[in-house]
């Protein structure tokens, strides 16, 4: 994470949490992307939680689920017609969870900034310019934003870290990850944040390190880089695997995704940690108290 993000995170404030619109209790969320696979996932997680609410439903105006119930695929009137009006989808909301498409995710976050509603953001693919808009953003509203909201991700991340210390000498580090063919950004946003994690606890940058492709007579591994390979095939949720190669040994942490199932259970939690928080920006590290650990 930037800069500017970590500075950033660290005045972020928190005051009373708002009063749903309509006086009922829980948390009411708004869903982009509400017709498509990972939108669907978050309405049926929304649904079957205990204290969260489905009050919106986003998507793009040439979508066929337009004007339908948002909740009709699982055979459940939610009433929340999915709509493409922002202002409406926005209106009873007090946080939005968007996995969408970069571009898409930044006119959400600028209806999010200009009516106070809070946002969870899992899209990947952003341009460095791009995240410092969301950061800029978080000066008004508050936002969860990773690449990944799976917990399980998250710990495994927080594994990396601790590797990667351990490991500092002697260990080379590649980074593997797989997903479906309709997928459109390489690497993964997870892998990136890997090598950003892993990175940061050896004291390197990144952009300064990273390799992420080879091709031909390539001379000898440099012992400072971390390596990236993609894959992409089938119906892979996502698979990504860490290599510490060594000298008579190594050592692969590595986190298996079956279903999305485990990015809507993390965004929830993302939601219940946003509220009472005015502004400020956060990753999956500050919701599950994973960063000083």
Request: contains cysteine.
């Amino acid at each position: 994470m930037s800069k500017g993000t970590q500075t950033l995170r660290n005045v972020a404030v928190t005051g009373a949490v708002q009063p749903p619109p309509d006086g009922s209790t829980g948390h009411h969320v708004a869903v982009a992307g509400a017709s498509g696979r990972m939108g669907q996932m978050l309405i049926e997680a929304i649904r079957a939680s205990g204290d969260c609410r489905l009050a919106g439903a986003l998507d793009i105006a040439s979508s066929p689920a337009i004007g339908n119930d948002a909740a009709a695929f699982l055979g459940h009137a939610s009433g929340v017609p999915v709509t493409a009006d922002l202002a409406a989808g926005l209106a009873h909301a007090q946080v939005l969870i968007d996995f969408t498409r970069p571009d898409g995710t930044l006119a959400h976050l600028k209806a999010c900034r200009e009516r106070g509603v809070n946002a969870v953001i899992g899209t990947t693919g952003f341009t460095e310019g791009q995240k410092e808009q969301i950061a800029d953003a978080a000066r008004d509203i508050a936002i969860v934003m990773a690449p990944n909201m799976s917990v399980g991700v998250n710990v495994t991340m927080k594994l990396l870290e601790m590797a990667a210390k351990a490991l500092a000498t002697g260990y080379d580090i590649e980074i593997i990850e797989a997903h479906h063919r309709h997928k459109v950004d390489a690497p993964s946003g997870t892998a990136l944040k890997m090598g950003e994690v892993i990175a940061q606890a050896l004291g390197r940058d990144l952009r300064e390190c990273a390799v992420y492709e080879r091709h031909g007579h390539t001379g000898e591994r440099h012992a400072s880089t971390i390596g990236f390979s993609t894959i992409r095939g089938g119906d892979i949720v996502g698979d990504h695997t860490v290599l510490f190669a060594g000298t008579g040994e190594r050592i692969e942490i590595t986190h298996k995704s079956a279903s999305r199932a485990t990015y809507a259970q993390g965004s929830l939690r993302a939601v219940r940690f946003l509220a009472g928080r005015r502004k400020g920006l956060f990753d999956m590290f500050d919701v599950l108290g994973l960063r000083d650990a």
